[in-house]
């Protein structure tokens, strides 16, 4: 009996992605847990396996396509013995098919307000049933909600009615309407991001300008981060944090690593100091180590702090897990092979999904002091800027210290302004007496 292959769940979240590459054809003899296909999600390429032993009977979607739903067949696998070319597709797959590979979507005509056509403002609809639902590719939804159109207004040329791109850019070119209603988030949105493209591309000069489409990451960091810009009531702290006894302490340190093949197998370095800090912070103040949910405040065992970590045209954020209970060593050896494996986006979903704060560093460009954007579930996060030689008063007289900045952005729906000072002056504690963390 054939064995459908479907589109693998990457992480609890996923809801669908692009087929990059096939590492089998049809005709194909496979062994379970050979490696079949490549998938590429918002902000990964993760591996296919077989799920069994036979052949490759039919492949139903081709390298490339965009956009595949979890769970959707997307190749056939027949077993010893088994006739491969008998084997028809699934029903459900004739039913629902998947879209070839899809070329980068054209910016979209502007708007006509001239041509637009009146629309009668009627009672709010009732709750969409399952009857209700419009099938619509991800391109023809993305298409619509970028030029506001409400995707159930527009009537599908494709498969079983499916809306697609060529009944979007109908719709756009025909002047169809806004609906009544915009999403608060729309209705919040910048007055650039609520300009057609062609509107923005006008304000240039043609031929200076280079346009690159946004790939999954891009887009994935613009939604989240707009998303918390516009919902997250946050404020800021700003510690002011001497570090000469941890620099002294860091340089003991390494200096004292054993070497093996002539290199040390340990070389600490200042930002893992100040994640252990803000671990070791989030234990000491524990009514901080929270995440906001509409009906719960979830109050975390263990502290889970993500590293921004940059990669080309994008951001990862890996979590050191417990980061309480670790030692320096260990914690700066995990974050040098996640890291790595970021800037390779060989990372897994759930090594950077989750936590409960993160740790955003530009010091090592000189920057003095910035403040970062909460990423939800995380109810807070700390930028930390350059150390840097200055005169203070100590002790009653003036004396050079190098000292950092460290700016902690807070939820204030789950963590009001003194929980909040007190959480950065137990950090600012843990980085200026640092064998603290080694106790």
Sequence with gaps: MSINITMPALSPTMEEGNLTKWLVKEGDSVASGDVIAEIETDKATMEVEAVDEGTIAKIL???????VKVNTAIAILAEDGEDASAVEAPVEQAKEPVSAPMPPAEAPAPMVAETAKPVEVAAAPAPATPQDRVFATPLARRIADQNGLDIASIAGSGPQGRVIKADVDAAISGGASKPATAPAAAAMAAPMASMADD??????????????????????????????AQTVPAYFVTMECE??????????????????????????????FIIKAMAMALKAVPMANVSWTSTDRIYHTHADIGVAVAV???????????????SLSVISAEVKDMAGRARERKLKPEEYQGGCTAVSNLGMFGVKEFTSIINPPHASIVSIGAGEKRAIVKDGALAAATMMAATFAFDHRAIDGALGAELAAAFKGFVENPLGMLV
């Design 312 to 326: 080309e045209d994008g951001l990862f954020t890996p979590i050191v897990r417990k980061a309480e209970g670790k």
């Design 61 to 67: 979607v081709a390298e490339g396509s965009e956009g």
């Design 199 to 228: 509107a923005v591309l006008a304000l240039f000069e043609e031929g200076k300008y280079e346009k690159k489409p946004h790939d999954g990451m891009r887009r994935i960091i613009a939604e989240r981060l707009t998303q918390s």
């Design 243 to 272: 570090l000469d006894a941890l620099l002294a302490l860091r340089s003991q340190m390494n200096g004292a690593a054993p070497e093996v093949d002539g290199k040390p197998v340990y070389k600490i370095s200042v930002n893992d």
